[in-house]
């Protein structure tokens, strides 16, 4: 699940860093931008398609033309939302619970050994949970009975669903169908035929979150959405690969976006990878697409990589729940997230079924 919600105007906030950069709240994600002035009234009109970032993509230049709705495919429109679910008093709850709170901490997260054994445990526990889920993809589920199907596994082991009231989020994990970027919140829709999910699944077991998400394909996929999946899917797999001691995190950025550029797809800049263990959100913010981040990678060290790819332009809206953030033109995205360790010699994944 990536970064996090304060408010301004719309869901914005500017903010800044020792490194010379603004920070950009989005709804519940951050976007880091060059250091420049901007006044309020510019930020509450920052969109997706803002040029503060600079070096847009030359895939997503060519697809400004041809920006428009699939035909025969009904684009998602908010559904009815079932209660609350309850977590048993006796699992351990992150520090945010009952506050209303999406704290975002400023400092990296290197474990020791002890603690990377409940890292890995936690992990692996939200890979199980991720994997479930799919089982669970069909025609006529609604994504509200994949949630509770979630929740009850969560809980069964002794966990957390680290999204249930972060920053006021409402279920235990994100359901984003087609054209929603990310953080879709689970409700009385059915999945249809046709139809690709992203499934985002965080565990707080132990005192440490695993964060994970994948894509799950609904009955007969068309050609093209098989191959935006496939594609982003190879962006992450080809990032982690260059991960390790030392190596800048810009690097997962720039071979993102090249993959991205090469199959004439767009890369969504706004929401990003970030830092996770102890606490669901910290430093470093880890770009998707070309950035001048200075941070270097650190043995010890755990992170998220969660690239966003659409098949045509970038530009989103967020529905009015301050949560769902879709395409503005209504075309598709994916997204495939992984929880990655520096190591001193290279990189574990440890969110892998």
Known sequence: MSALQHSLGTGMRLGSSSSCRHTVWFGNSLLVLPCCSLPARSLRSLHYSTVA??????????????????????????GELSPTLEVPDHIQRPPYVGTGENPWIESIQVHTKEELKKM??????????????????????????????VHQMIIDNGAYPSPLTYGGFPKSVC??????????????????????VNIDVTVYLNGYHGDTSKMFMVGNVSAEAQELCRITKHSLDEAIKICGPGVPVREVGKVIHAIADKHKLGVVREFVGHGVGKHFHSMPTVPHCRNNEQSVMTPGQTFTIEPMLTERGVKGKMW???????????????????????TNSGHEILTLP
């Open 53 to 78: 970032m600079g070096r847009r993509g030359f895939a997503e230049l060519l697809s400004v033309g041809r920006q428009k709705r699939d035909p025969g495919r009904e684009l998602l429109r908010p």
């Open 320 to 342: 009015k729940d301050n949560w769902t953030v879709v395409t503005t033109d209504g075309g598709l995205s994916a997204q495939y997230e992984h929880t990655i360790l520096i």
């Open 175 to 196: 359901t984003s169908v087609n054209e929603c970027i990310c953080h879709g919140i689970p409700d009385s829709r059915q999945l249809k035929d046709g139809d690709i």
């Open 120 to 149: 890995r445990a936690a992990c692996k526990l939200g890979a199980e949970v991720r994997e479930f889920a799919g089982t669970l993809v069909k025609p006529g589920v609604t994504t509200d009975e994949i949630d509770k199907a």
